[in-house]
């Protein structure tokens, strides 16, 4: 049973260009989060999904971000004219309700 | 709204020397979650608490969930240089399955 699966690994992104995350949850899985951890902190959430539906985007800012997990296909999260401040790793997880499976995440850089 | 508070944000100990980090909620918890993130890895899931005062081990790891279901720690007994790692508490206070994590305590054992 393959684990969480994100992609990319690393994503390098200019200031104002688009960053689309990608995450795969485990097999069985129908709840997905995204956490968005700054070097040294924390895990922040940003949003709690299950198929086709936003459960808690409290965590989102109110711009440029959305998030999505369609029926078909992996959950994305889509960061829109990214800025310096986004630069970040962000992890996705998965579970079956609890407890959570993290993906390796992505670190995302802009330049 | 929900904040889960941890402390110390970093501890050094020698090699076989104790570790304890303690995690504290502003609300009352359904459920209180440990993890461990190595450096540069993603969280892995430890244990889960969920009733009132409930007490588990793994091996050299004691994890104790208060009475009051607020507040809970995590001690290591004789630390190895492979407890190295972040170590985060999370709960959750609502339904809506939102897990919120502490900012972790970052051990570092000298051999």
């Known amino acids: 049973n393959a684990g969480v699966m994100q992609n990319p690994r690393h994503l390098v992104r200019r200031r104002g260009q688009e960053a689309r995350l990608r995450c795969s949850p485990m097999?069985?899985?129908?709840?997905v989060y995204w956490y968005r951890q700054l070097p040294e902190e924390g895990l922040k959430f940003m949003v709690y999904?299950?198929?086709?539906?936003?459960?808690?985007e409290s965590g989102m800012p109110k711009e440029r971000f959305s998030a999505e997990f369609p029926k078909e296909g992996p959950s994305i999260l889509r960061i829109q004219q990214v800025v310096r401040g986004d630069s970040a790793a962000y992890f996705c997880?998965?579970?079956?309700?609890?407890?959570?499976?993290f993906g390796n995440g992505t670190r995302l850089t802009v330049t | 709204g929900q904040q889960v508070m941890q402390i110390p944000q970093y501890q050094h100990v020698q090699e076989g020397e104790d570790f304890t980090t303690y995690c504290n909620s502003s609300t009352t918890l359904s459920n209180i979650q440990w993890y461990k993130q190595r450096p540069g890895g993603h969280p892995v899931f430890l244990i889960q608490l969920v009733k009132s005062g409930e007490v588990k081990k793994q091996k050299r790891l004691t994890f104790q969930f208060g009475e009051a279901k607020k507040n809970s720690s995590l001690h290591i007994t004789a630390t190895q240089t492979t407890d190295v790692g972040t170590y985060f508490c999370?709960?959750?206070?609502?339904?809506?399955?939102?897990?919120?994590f502490g900012q972790g305590t970052t051990l570092q054992v000298k051999p």
């Open positions: 999370a709960g959750n206070s609502g339904n809506t399955g939102k897990l919120i």
């Open positions: 097999k069985g899985h129908s709840h």
């Open positions: 997880a998965s579970s079956p309700g609890s407890p959570l499976h």
């Open positions: 999904l299950q198929k086709e539906n936003i459960i808690d």
